[in-house]
């Protein structure tokens, strides 16, 4: 037997130690954060009931919102998503139950503002927004925005406005955050199956509850790729993703019959039991009984749903790429007159540019509607002598010229100077860090220059630089590097010349002689 290694070895012991042990640990720690930035509108909420006008210090609005979500999640449908006036109607038992002493008008008012909260209904975009923190490959901190929604408006048949709940707040629901929906449909249906038959009916109606919000979710993934297909067949993967994705969805759906089918047998014997039983549990097993059968149902329901929206998603796919490749195609850009026009029609003699301008100006100027001749002004024309004019005509006014003051911030030479630094060869991109730290040995203004022109060259204008002759231009792309530089933050921009095709401009110059 080899003896170990002795531990001085090691030369991560007197190294620097990571935050976290690793990527996946790191990604762990992210899904926990953005499952409690998930849950924090709901605890905004009874932060903020202080600020309702009236007594509502009695009122759980943590309570109501998840209510709210539970309901809206089990009412919409595939196509169209629940109706708000009868969430409303249906909060307001709960929120009754809390303050009953309260009146009505005031139960209504809190379903309506904890309804309108979970829409967020003040903000833009209606969606909430969380910064958390992660650490990259090279072990620095950065922060990260979390955009999500809980329940967002969507449009219906008719113009009328439904609820529809998202993966976020489903998430909420059954307390985790980007479950694999598949592993978790099955391990809740198993743990359904074993609590059932261990007779434990109130832990069965929990774990099937959780199992009715995960095939939800898989109705909702096919519905928002039928939906991206309706708008734009090329932005789905029709080839291997979606197909894939349809094959798993239909073994899904048989092999959950199979066991929706085995549980209603597990439930029934239940019942049977409670009934044959005389002790003081047989009302409660009696009632959890039907419950499960009521909730098993409607997955079955459910089910049955997502398997004829499945079978109906290959036909659907066919069609759209039908009636989008014999659509009528998208208006043009408008007329570059510098690049199309101008450019190609200045080398030409005088006899060919003249056809071209003659052609373009006919055609682009336009109808003129003639005036209409009355014999009244005919008359009032032809009588009215001619008014005596100067032989120079009326004298011109003396202009007041007034110098304008010269208010650019930066001068001819610093404009001159930037645009030196920023004439890279096209082989050797730089950092823009670099750039900065080379234009203030320079100039203390300089930098803020060189930084404008980066960022501008970071959505290079390539269609006008090509029609206008362009034979390079400036460029500017992110890798995700962050900028370290005193004076400015963001990220360490990669700048670089591209050269532009001068054949293809020299060819299209041609056609459009």
């Known amino acids: 037997m080899t003896s170990p290694a002795p531990a001085t070895a090691s030369p991560q012991l007197n190294g620097p130690s990571r935050p976290a042990p690793g990527p996946a640990a790191d990604e762990g720690l992210a899904r926990r954060l953005r499952a409690l930035a998930c849950t924090a509108p709901l605890h905004d909420l009874d932060a903020r009931k202080a600020n309702l006008a009236g007594e509502y210090g009695g009122y759980a609005m943590a309570e109501v919102a998840l209510a709210a979500i539970d309901l809206v999640t089990l009412n919409m449908d595939f196509d169209t998503g629940a109706d708000h006036e009868q969430i409303v109607s249906r909060l307001l038992p709960r929120v009754a139950a809390q303050a009953p002493d309260r009146p009505h008008g005031e139960h209504e008012r809190v379903a309506r503002w904890v309804l309108e909260n979970l829409i967020n209904v003040g903000s833009v975009d209606r969606g909430f927004r969380a910064v958390y923190g992660t650490f990259g490959p090279d072990g620095a901190y950065v922060r990260r925005d979390y955009d999500f929604k809980l329940i967002e408006e969507v449009p219906g048949p008719g113009g009328a406005v439904f609820l529809r709940t998202t993966d976020e707040a ?291 204008p390539v269609g006008t630089a090509y029609r206008q002759g362009e034979r390079s231009l400036l460029f500017a792309v992110d890798d995700g590097t962050q900028l370290d530089d005193v004076e400015f933050g963001g990220a360490d921009l990669i700048v670089g010349t591209a050269l532009l095709d001068a054949a293809g401009m020299a060819a299209d110059r041609s056609e459009a002689t």
């Open 170 to 460: 489903v998430n909420v629901l059954v307390g985790a955050l980007d479950t694999d929906v598949t592993s978790a449909q099955i391990a809740a249906e198993v743990k359904l199956e074993v609590l059932i038959s261990r007779g434990r009916l109130a832990d069965a109606q929990l774990a099937a509850e959780q199992a009715r919000y995960r095939t939800v979710q898989y109705a909702e993934t096919l519905r928002k790729t039928l939906d991206a297909t309706r708008r734009n067949v090329r932005a789905v993967d029709w080839l291997k993703t979606v197909p894939d994705m349809i094959a798993e969805a239909l073994d899904h759906v048989a092999d959950r019959y199979r066991h929706e089918n085995a549980i209603l047998t597990n439930i029934r014997k239940a019942r049977d039991e409670a009934e044959a039983a005389v002790d003081s549990k047989t009302a409660e097993h009696k009632r959890r009984a039907a419950e499960l059968v009521d909730i098993v149902k409607d997955c079955i329901r459910r089910h049955t749903q997502l398997q004829s929206r499945l079978l109906e998603a290959g036909p659907l796919f066919r069609a759209e790429q039908d009636r989008q490749a014999f659509a009528t195609p998208a208006a043009h850009s408008g007329l570059d007159l510098y690049g199309q026009l101008l450019a190609p029609v200045l080398p030409l003699p005088v006899e060919q540019a003249a056809r071209v301008t003659d052609a373009f100006f006919a055609e682009g100027t336009g109808l003129r509607t003639p005036v209409s001749v009355r014999v009244a002004d005919l008359v009032d024309i032809l009588l009215t002598p001619p008014a005596e004019r100067e032989h120079l005509g009326a004298e011109m006014p003396e202009p007041d010229l007034v110098e304008t003051p010269d208010d650019s911030r930066f001068s001819e030479e610093q404009l001159a100077s930037a645009m030196e630094l920023l004439t890279l060869p096209p082989d050797a991109p730089r950092r823009l860090s670099g750039l900065l730290a080379e234009a203030r040995r320079r100039d203390p203004e300089l930098p803020y220059l060189v930084a404008l022109l980066a960022v501008h060259a970071a959505s290079p």
